[in-house]
């Protein structure tokens, strides 16, 4: 065996180093002394996995052609180290509390294998790698969403995710069966050349596709969604809207542009329909909730149908276009997710859209930083959502031709999407409305956040204002996708 | 020189704004920065009319184009601007309006400091939407001028202000969904691999490289977008509540500039990038929709009885009358359009300065609880006089000379529906008379019906200045309408050889 091919994978070697000493630190230290250390550790660990791979990796592969990497891949495994980061800087508030300061190390180290499995899962080359990194991605999720153990939601959010993890696993397993027996083997490249649309391949891309729709949490797959982001602690929350979506979403428009090229037609149905229900019934959704979580939960599945907007270009276009909004997702709503949990821990763990009211009076700074980060989701310039919206409907019309039916309804699609824009943004609106001119009588009093919980925001910020307008973000992520 | 110092200049405004500690602060901010955009301005139109004098007249339609930096390059765009007749009027009117705004709004309570902020914004987008020549810079900048509305009305305006400020805020941004399926149309097919206006216009000899059934479908999208902003007929409805909430300045700024974003827009990209979609049935509709804006708007401000409504309804009625002259399609009528649009926003913000004075003083709207205000506050009474004469258009105010331009341009037109058309809108004429004279006989000649209004106070030094300053620049402009007419003309004429 050549063990040289280990050099290929340099991010995820990197990030198993992270988890080594993780766990070291862990386990030489003890559980009851105060670990002020332990979380600016990880995080300077973290930020040195980003340095070694800020460079996009050359094409390569390992084991036989089950691995590949190549540059969008690497730059999609960056920007979710990033992601990662910024969830590790503002965890460390809600960590420090007594009921988990004792359980910060598995926190860490849950995290940082949950990031192992999505790397394997975005450079698979195979079906069975790739499935294997969904599951070890998904594994420790279950675990982070039911962290806060003893509180009850936390459980219930758990147990709903465990069920609805493996219950999509099964059905992506058997899409993938399906998708064995009419080709003959599971490499995505020999795939390719023999795969034609028989009633065979199209059920089994159908439930593939259903099965990383749920990870996405597409509509109809997001039944899950709502409970477990409410129920999840507010860091995790963040985390599972974020990571976790990009890197399935990114893995999905890979499989579907490498896989199932023969097959584009169909897909692109399937999509047009998933998009268009997603976006839609999630901003209906989203304007009905009260609790802010479940509202970032609805907000999440709508965000998720823009991202596979995207693919539906079918280009080298779509693969710059969606990272690029994956990348201004994770810094707009790790935002949003690190003041919400700033507010929760300052406010005996309520969430109530309520509570917000009269924010900017006591807390001006940041209800100005929520309203940023609200204006980046809901796409208002010159803020980078805009620019990253932008783009994703500019990959979605590409080539598409007015005067063909699958190019009119591109253009369709599109339109819908715009419409729910302003859907969304009315919900965004609303809270905006709550911190800026609702009045109180009794206000959330004026606090200082916790320095690490200032860090997040200000990282989160610089990305909200700066990767829109700076275009060597853009250029760094289109270099890469084109090479 | 270099435009971009029309965006620059704002951004350190917000800059100082920031960094400022008190009240005396923040104003010094606001009028050092307003001031220098004004002077620049100027000194803009005189720059142009001395470039201009120097190059043939059917050459160069844009000047001042500042070399473009490529912005998002696999993307083909570029942050490039440049600026003919038409955007360098709009530019001089955007600055009037901030000065005088900023006077307006001297007395702003509470938070000063974050008023100004957005209030600054605002005027960065549009700005930035004038001086842009590709589309994208362009909606970006048109997005950045919508959304401090919602603030500016919300937190700062009167009335059913929420109600109001989500309601206009919903609606631009409906229109402006409409425009980036429009501005995608038009990248993808017209070939050109770019989103700069002149390189589409002038690849391949205009925009025959998009075919013409697919103009017809990008055209109304791209119509109806900026439409919405500019009142268009259905699609007014924000402009009434969101004018009657918003606080004075913000009223001044958006009726007397934002809404022009619409017929700019209109003008500059639906008609200049389809023009074979000009011809065609749509050009029709939207001649028959603006009509109806014109008479509806009209109407409706004679029924109303709050002075806010009755102006908002006006600035319907005025701001049709854009649309119809651009849908006449005749050169004199679209040069009447823009220079409607410079006369309408300087009139209307002189209204709505001197309404939101009176409103503060008398702290009612409504005409039928004021009167005799000509004996109480003659010189605010004197400023109402010329807002409401200058809108129904005597000559001598810059009213007159902008209707005059467009119903004659209109005339031109010989078929029997563009006839039709014309007579039915000049019919607004009359009405608008009516409803003008009807408000200033009673809020300014008849009894005081409360004697607590004996007990008003004229306009202070600071609404003043916003006052007189606006009514010199509505008599001026009515007076000395050939400077403005020749530079607008000067650009109306290359982006007519391109659309006929």
Known sequence: MNYSQFLNMFPEASLMVVLLITFIADFCSSKNSDRQWFNPLVCLLMLAHICFNIYPTEAAEAFGGMYTTGPAAGVLKTILALGTLIVLVQAKEWLSRKDTAFKEGEFYMLIISTLLGMNMMVSANHFLLFFLGLEMASVPMACLVAFDKYRHHSAEAGAKFVLTATFSSGVMIYGISLLYAACGTLYFEDMANVITASPLTIAGMVFFFSGLGFKISLVPFHFWTADSYQGAPTTVTGYLSVVSKGAAAFTLCAILMKVFQPMVEYWTVLLYIVIVLSITIANLFAIRQSDLKRFMAFSSISQAGYIMLAVVGNSAMSVTALTYYVLIYVVANLSVFAIISSIEEHNNGTVQMDSYNGLYKTNPRLAFLMTLALFSLGGIPPFAGMFSKFFVFMAAVQGADIHTTLGGWAYGVVFIALVNTVLSLYYYLLIVKAMFIKHSDNPLPTFQSAFSTKLALAICTVGIVAFGVCSFVFDWISVAANA | ?500
């Not at chain 2, 000649?445 to 509505?474: F, S």
């Open chain 2, 1 to 500: 020189m270099n435009l971009s110092i029309f965006v620059i200049v704002p951004l350190l405004m917000l800059l100082g704004l920031w960094l400022a500690r008190n009240d005396k602060q923040v104003r010094g901010v606001m009028v050092a920065g307003a001031s220098v955009l004004l002077a620049l301005s100027i000194y803009l139109v005189f720059a142009f009319l001395e470039a201009r004098e120097t190059m043939p007249a059917d050459q160069a339609p844009m000047l001042f184009t500042y070399p473009c930096v490529p912005w998002f390059e696999p993307l083909h765009i570029n942050y490039s601007l440049g600026v003919d007749g038409i955007s360098v009027v709009m530019i001089l009117l955007t600055s009037i309006i901030v000065f005088t705004g900023t006077f307006a709004s001297w007395q702003m309570e509470p938070m000063k400091k974050e008023y100004f902020l957005w209030f600054t914004l605002l005027s960065i987008g549009v700005y930035g939407f004038f001086i842009s020549i590709d589309m994208f810079t362009m909606f970006m900048f048109y997005e950045v001028a919508l959304i401090p509305m919602y603030l500016l009305i919300g937190v700062w305006g009167s009335g059913a202000k929420e109600y109001s400020a989500m309601k206009l805020t919903l609606m631009l941004m409906g229109g402006s969904a409409l425009l980036i399926i429009g501005i995608l149309g038009i990248y993808f097919y017209s070939g050109a691999q770019t989103f700069e206006i002149l390189d589409i216009a002038h690849h391949t000899n205009g925009a025959h490289a998009i075919p013409e059934s697919v103009q017809n479908v990008f055209f109304p999208l791209l119509f109806i977008g900026f439409g919405i902003l500019g009142a268009l007929f259905p699609f007014h409805t924000w402009s009434p509540d969101g004018h009657a909430s918003a606080p004075t300045a913000v009223s001044m700024l958006h009726a007397g500039v934002l809404m022009k974003l619409g017929g700019y827009g209109c003008f500059r990209i639906a008609m200049f990038l389809l023009p074979a979609a000009t011809h065609g049935f749509w050009i029709k509709v939207f001649l028959v929709l603006t009509t109806i804006s014109i008479v509806y708007g009209a109407l409706s401000a004679c029924v109303q009885t709050d002075l806010k409504y009755i102006n908002a309804y006006s600035s319907v009625s005025h701001c049709g009358m854009v649309l119809f002259a651009l849908c006449m399609m005749t050169e004199t009528a679209a040069t009447g359009a823009i220079l409607q649009m410079l006369s309408h926003g300087l009139m209307t913000a002189l209204f709505f300065a001197v309404i939101g004075m009176i409103y503060h003083q008398a702290g009612t709207r409504d005409v039928r609880y004021l009167g005799g205000l000509m004996k109480i506050i003659p010189f605010l009474s004197v400023g109402y006089a010329v807002a409401g004469l200058a809108n129904l258009g005597l000559p001598g105010f810059s009213g007159f000379v902008a209707e005059m331009t467009i119903f004659v341009g209109s005339f031109q037109n010989a078929d029997t529906f563009h006839r039709v058309c014309t007579i039915i809108a000049c019919t607004s004429i009359v009405v608008t008379a009516v409803y003008i004279l009807r408000c200033v006989g009673k809020i300014l000649y008849q009894k005081v019906p409360n004697p607590k209004l004996e007990k008003l106070h004229d306009a202070t030094w600071d609404e003043r200045i916003a006052v007189a300053g606006l009514i010199a620049c509505v008599a001026g402009l009515g007076m000395f309408p050939l400077w403005a007419e020749k530079i607008i003309m000067d650009a109306v004429g290359p982006i007519f050889s391109v659309i006929m």
